[in-house]
């Protein structure tokens, strides 16, 4: 699936332990040839991890082992105070996902602490116009923007109004932007002390990723490179997108958290199985639960009998099926995640495809597991 972007930042009075930082491996600056106006980047920092595990989509289903599911869980829940307040009231619409932004056009700051003190530094106006990039490249949007950020209350409703679906997040935070910076800058404080006991392990796991990844930054370019690396994404280029930012993440999987800017776009994508740790020799490929997974609902079966006509848009989809948008979103990000559909981009025009080879390639991956 992917997810759409979401919203944050401010320091803790209490004194947070220090935290020994990883190894210093600059962001990989791997341009891959441009192709079509734009290059593709890959930004392998700890921190996209760091912000996507306090989503609500992070061990959402069991492509996250179990006890990394139990971690999370256990972690969020020692979070008490006026910590878990701020959690609450502000990374409810995953505004973790949109404050991957202010990373994504900082590649200086390398750990964690780097980005929190960062974060909490800047200018509460330039912050809130970083964390809204996205919204602000559209025509309507974009004067909102500008306005709210600098404090205009009527700016701030009128924005509230224009996105409903984000707007628990944003209401605690464009109401006080400086109170909501730093009640944002609280949260990630308090989740870096946890964050750190796992840091070097999802490190290895995201290097691990890229490494894998070497042989198709060899064979493939543009598009079919982001297609390939998100497992289903078909990104056509937009004007004035100069830069794609690919970072493999652990805690998204399986889906796709996308930003973007008035320069680049931002491609959030699950690391591939061979990059997680191995575990039970007995247990299936994750690939082939996923599959089974998607096939085995039918309500799924019915999208993907659509599409076997033709391609077709979110809504179209939920209008057929007579079902609610977020729901056939939940199904098809499942689909996509099993390799079944790919999605289409361009600009604001998404559509959804039928992936006829996947579907013939699943009793070919059940017997592969089941032979000896």
Request: with cysteine.
């Amino acid at each position: 699936m992917m997810a759409a972007p979401r919203p944050s930042a401010r320091r803790s009075a209490a004194a947070v332990a220090t935290r020994s930082a990883p190894a210093a491996n600059p962001p990989v600056r791997d341009y891959a040839s441009p192709g079509a106006g734009f290059a593709i980047e890959w930004d392998v920092r700890v921190i996209y991890d760091f912000l996507f595990s306090l989503t609500d989509d992070a061990g959402s289903t069991d492509d996250l082992p179990a006890t990394d599911r139990t971690w999370l869980k256990e972690s969020r829940a020692a979070i008490t105070g006026e910590a878990k307040a701020d959690m609450d009231a502000l990374f409810a619409s995953s505004m973790a996902i949109f404050v991957a932004a202010f990373a994504v056009v900082h590649p200086e700051l390398r750990t964690v602490d780097e980005f929190i003190d960062a974060l909490e530094a800047t200018p509460t106006p330039d912050l809130i116009k970083t964390i809204l990039c996205d919204l602000s490249r559209d025509p309507d949007l974009g004067p909102l923007v500008e306005k709210a950020s600098a404090g205009d209350p009527e700016a701030v409703a009128a924005l509230l109004v224009a996105m409903p679906e984000h707007k628990t997040g944003f209401d605690a935070l464009l109401e006080d932007p400086e109170a909501g910076q730093q009640r944002i800058v609280r949260v990630l404080r308090s989740w870096a002390t946890v964050f750190a006991a796992i840091e070097p392990r999802i490190t290895s796991i995201i290097e691990r990723d890229y490494s894998l990844r070497a042989a198709d930054r060899g064979a493939f370019h543009g598009s079919e490179l982001i297609e390939r690396t998100t497992g289903g994404i078909r990104w056509l280029p937009e004007v004035g997108s100069r830069r794609v930012v690919m970072a493999p993440s652990y805690f998204s999987r399986p889906y796709n958290f996308l930003l973007a800017g008035d320069d680049w776009r931002f491609f959030g994508y699950p690391v591939a199985d061979g990059a997680l740790e191995p575990e039970d020799r007995l247990a299936p490929p994750p690939a082939v639960i996923r599959l089974h997974r998607a096939l085995g609902d039918e309500t799924r079966l019915r999208i993907l009998k659509l599409l076997a006509g033709k391609d077709l848009y979110l809504t179209e989809i939920a209008q057929q099926l007579e079902l609610s948008k977020p729901t056939i979103k939940h199904h098809l990000a499942l689909l996509r995640a099993a390799g079944l559909v790919t999605v289409v981009e361009s600009g604001a025009v998404i559509y959804y495809s039928l992936r006829r080879d996947r579907i013939e390639a699943a009793s070919t991956e059940l017997a592969g597991f089941l032979t000896p």
